[in-house]
């Protein structure tokens, strides 16, 4: 994997560096983290990296389409690494837990707007709300 890692910061024009290839691998294998949980994940292979080191790759990953932040209503900013596949996201209204959602129908944006105000549009963002199964197990069980 840090072979593709390589590949795709070069393709986005960016150099290849420890700390960028640590967040890349953090969000690969940890989907939907805040950015504590990526400092705490990169801490664990280059333990003297700054907050500010990974807040900077982030935003970078971000500008160059690497990586996608996402913050749902009410909920800290999160970040993931499966991008331009335009999916949605479901938020467990108890815990926070969130999971992808593959588009509901057809190609991007997979939903019509009722008026486009003369944009045009490419990408549709849902966010879909409910109770996840850990959640709702727990609910039953009291």
Known sequence: MPSDFVTQLRAASLRVTRPRLAVLAALHDHPHVDTEAVIALVRADLPTVSHQA?????????????VRRIQPARATARYE??????????????????????????????????????????????????????????????
């Open 81 to 142: 690494a499966r991008v331009g596949d335009n999916h949605h996201h479901v938020v467990c209204r108890s815990c926070g837990a969130i999971a992808d959602v593959d588009c509901a129908v057809g190609h991007a944006p997979c939903l019509t707007a009722s008026g486009d105000h003369g944009y045009v549009i490419e990408e549709a963002e849902v966010v879909y709300w409910g109770t996840c199964p850990d959640c709702a197990t727990e609910r039953t069980s009291q």
């Open 54 to 66: 990974v807040y900077d790759v982030l935003r970078a990953l971000v500008d160059a389409g690497l």
